[in-house]
């Protein structure tokens, strides 16, 4: 029962893969014996102590079933209904989330700023806060600013980057929230730890993805504003994102952290796409449209090349014409870049 | 790692239980090779399949994290914002959600009525469908009545009770919705079809409930009404409630109907009930508040027994002063509920 | 172009009058010249003044277009979205503003409580505070509570009633909200300062009503509470409750409180409603339902009488089987009502 | 009680202006005798009847207190809580209403498009839709398209851009709403008929100005697709939208199109924008941004001259840096242009 031909080539999603085997073993490990419901087990305890380890700093661990909802409910929450959140045009909490964060905050208003290969510049955000016009009762009134490390684009913010954009929700007394949907690629490319990469650049709540990188359905909400943690605890429940069998999820999250297991499987991911980057580029009238840094590419070329890469099987998303995007996942191989590249440049031949 | 010492009994919630081994089996099973994400999956065509036959009529089929999720969203689809919804004033919508109807759908009106043995009665529900002041800007209109089958207090609706209750429904040109967080105990209860206590008897959405009942975490929305499919979709997805990887959502509960896996586990936590409520009932000075119909059994006792029971480390939930909710579950035996008698009869002694 | 021919006679609604002349004269008076918008005119600024003059303590006034509006609005600024709301079970909000509280609040919960002669009383607001499980975050939490006075049924809460409930209120760390569609008839009713019915009792909030009472189309919200004047000010402005050309709010209710005219005419109409009361007490089977003290009547009577009123071309309106609710107003004549006497005493011959 | 010195010139904004004599004696001829609430009075059956007249087709008129209100309330009606709205991105209901369109709408997106002179270009809105992702649940759906008439530049859309954008809407199955806060000045800039503007060319749904242009407190929404009838009336009723005394709003709204009251009022107050920019564009160094078309002119100006206008007690708007709004009233005079004009020569002398 599996959807993709076994001799088929997919660069369509990190979200294909299967659970990482460590992963599938902690869950197998976890069904044992009874444990207390909606996060009142230990292992939802051991979860905050070892994501407080691993962020060097005291946190709250919320696991939530999706991306979306970590997204949405952590802005909510740090959004007024009146309030203002500035982000990237091209941010996912903008153009794919159907508007729940508008819905989950009662009528926030997105901010959306324009900005090289999907990071939002510190300039920018700096120059529409100056434009917000405080105080002033019919203007969306300035909340947050939210990044995404990785950006859609696959592209990854820099350690002073991001602090700037703290330091500017820091002067602006907003807060400042990162999707990290892609966090475990972004720190395997930073080569930095998760605290640097965080709270100590000025990171309030963070959107702490696992799906894409082995998991098989949890990412989570952590908490460094311990202000948040409260009425995010309701706005979750209510919003039906609390597990009764809280277990299941802190166990996954626990073996996707420990001794590592997340950025070896990042890594992994990482090396493939930077791999597939480098030999696409070599490749006459074939482009990368922005820098590989993550686990992802996106490739600029002939249309009737497209096509052929489609008609031999090869799954991949489009994007705008011209412009196909490749995922790479932590279970895929460095022969299935080598058997994609030389396709390209049998379709480019 | 448990949080309940291997001697202790616990009666606290059928959310304590582990996963059933045939459903972890059906995830590890799953966990081979790729799979399209979002639902586009050949598990999830399946799951519309299998469950297809077990309804004995065409369903679409949601996965949600939670029945909090399936409640929520299946309400909001059914109610416009300026909706009025019948349920018992006991409901789980009503008292244990947070306000999440009332949050998804906009602000629509959850409409308690009193009833015995949390029960909607038929005649309840006309009644206040005849006040309605329909067409009148300033009230809120009716657009749907939701029962929980089996209800909060662990009662189940008769066939004819549901009849009624959906033909009221439908000559007052509202949904019908059924909270079956417990539905497996439920159907094991009356022993009848799926069909036979749900569409056929005008139920228009369900809340399907896996988890209380062996599942890992995974709930779902079974849709009779066809035109609610698409509007719930894309509730679901900007409500964080659309897995990526749904694969693992839909095995779950392709293993729990597969073979009446569902209605084996609820008929042992049924019948554990049915022991526990009969041998209690004998007891001098211990009383059923209402009758033992599924899983649950709520016991009025002194309360310096109810203290002893706790002392004794025996885990369950006090409701009002003097009352106990004991809730059995598939993975329980009847040694325990011997155990845990003898011990009442002890502390009643 | 009226809609009532001059022989008949209106107990409809207090909102079928026109406009007293002392506002309808401000209203010309303050058109002339220029006036800045939003609120910053000079009238708003005396606006203010003027109330916090009338409340003995520095209030912000902000004028709505209707009660509902106060009242939602108000209340959406006291409650969070997982909020708990406390009032009486019949109360306006719960019953005829078309789920407002719920939709502005994003959700919050109505606990709606039973009460003699549709008054909240303190005991069973007490022990409704008591159920309320704060901490637990599936349950909605306490955030305010709401009566109005007058109440809907036309009685009034005495002062030490009032007060009860604001202990109440603070002790449990909750906000004190007061509709007052109809405070200038409760004000008449008991002889009292404004300031000793409102703040001086606990009260954060209060719808004040003046539309009802002389005015043209506006009432307020008096905010006692500075926190709740900030974010009610953007709440009020993206819910289309900001008037551009404010100053014509703020004359009509300059105008209703200048020298005590809304006291005037709010006695008018409860010496017309108590001269009601008391004649058709008197009829041998008319029957007063609730004891009249402020502008409004229920009365029960034989339907066949009912149906004779209406017949004879009186406006009143029906609640339940046999029971009427007739409501006086500042313009109204005691000739009028000797007529409607004479009336009933005819039709229960 | 006027904050403007009688020596001061004004163009801050038509809110200033107070109401316009025809309008306050409608008010006045209103106040007698009782009439039905809530709009089921005759000046409510007439005011459908007039605009029914005005527009030459059957339409259902809702007055409302502000344009915040008529541009929310209606977009909420038109667009699911998951749909898209396109609007220019300088909409004042993208800039300037708090998110009310996001708030009343229970999380729609507003995609905010680039456009000269602040017009939606039809191209770029055909565009907008191609890229809409129909169908694909995690993106907001096409449901509306939203037009400022005039614009917020005070630009006026041609007959043909109307229909054009018209017959995009209708091609896309999306429904089309005119923001119309200075309708009567585009109405009087064209020469056309209310209906050639409006439903003639697509429109479907319209917020109707009329404070700015001589009512005291009222706009409209004008409905000319009839399922948007009832939906919309119970928003309005639970917004607080809803007038109890409605025969106010009604009066001012028939007074205000009776003989063309609304025409002449709005020609007045272009021909002062019109001299106005005719005469500050011959003015070296001073340069119009966008063509005068309605009342309102947006003038570029040196720093140090905008300094000394200020400085002289002029009242206007500032824009972005060496830009400001000029708005001309209903009852402003020839000699107050002149003289502004003198002013402005001067100080750039």
Redesign the interface.
């Known amino acids: 029962?599996?959807?993709?031909p076994?001799v088929s080539l997919?660069f369509?999603?990190d979200?294909?893969?299967?659970?990482a085997p460590e992963i599938?073993r902690a869950?197998?490990a976890?069904?044992?014996?009874?444990?207390?419901?909606?996060g009142?087990?230990?292992?939802s305890a051991?979860l905050n102590r070892k994501f407080s380890d691993l962020f060097e700093t005291e946190v709250t661990v919320f696991p939530?079933?999706?991306?979306?909802?970590?997204n949405?409910?952590s802005l909510a929450t740090c959004a007024?209904?009146?309030g203002a959140i500035y982000c990237h045009e091209d941010a996912h909490i903008n153009?794919?989330?159907?508007?729940?964060t508008?819905?989950?905050s009662?009528?926030?208003?997105l901010i959306?700023l324009a900005g090289a290969h999907d990071k939002l510049e510190p300039a920018t955000l700096a120059a529409a806060l100056r434009r917000a016009d405080r105080g002033v009762?019919?203007?969306?009134?300035p909340d947050a600013v939210s990044i995404a490390q990785a950006s859609e684009l696959g592209t990854v913010y820099a350690l002073e980057e991001i602090a700037a954009i703290g330091a500017i929700a820091r002067d602006a007394g907003i807060r400042f929230h990162m999707d990290g949907a892609r966090l475990a690629n972004a720190l395997a490319a930073l080569g930095c730890s998760a605290s640097e990469m965080t709270w100590r650049r000025g990171v309030d709540i963070l959107s702490f993805g696992a799906?894409?990188n082995g998991a098989?359905?949890t990412d989570a909400i952590v908490v460094f504003d311990r202000e948040l943690v409260e009425?995010l605890?309701?706005?979750?429940?209510?919003?039906?994102?609390?597990?009764?069998?809280m277990r299941?999820?802190a166990a996954q999250l626990i073996a996707y952290v420990e001794n590592g297991l997340f950025l070896r499987l990042a890594s992994r991911a990482n090396e493939l796409a930077s791999r597939l980057g480098r030999e696409l580029a070599a490749i006459p009238d074939v482009r990368l449209i922005a820098p590989v840094e993550a686990n992802l590419a996106f490739v600029a070329m002939p249309e009737p090349a497209i096509e052929a890469l489609a008609a031999a099987g090869v799954r991949f998303a489009r994007r705008s014409s011209g412009v196909i995007r490749l995922v790479t996942r932590f279970d895929g191989t460095p022969a299935e870049v080598d058997q994609f590249v030389a396709l390209v440049r049998r379709v480019m031949g």
């Not at 979200?15 to 659970?19: D, E, G, L, Q, S």
């Not at 009142?40 to 292992?43: A, S």
């Not at 939530?64 to 970590?70: E, I, L, P, Y």
């Not at 009662?106 to 208003?109: E, F, I, Q």
């Open positions: 029962m599996n959807d993709h076994a997919s369509r999603s979200n294909v893969a299967p659970v599938m869950l197998e976890a069904n044992h014996g009874l444990a207390a419901s909606y009142d087990d230990e292992y051991l939530v079933s999706t991306g979306t909802a970590a949405a409910l007024r209904p009146y153009t794919s989330e159907g508007g729940a508008e819905a989950f009662g009528g926030a208003k959306a009762t019919n203007r969306s009134q799906t894409k098989m359905g009425p605890s309701y706005r979750l429940r209510r919003a039906g994102q609390t597990w009764s069998k299941f999820a």
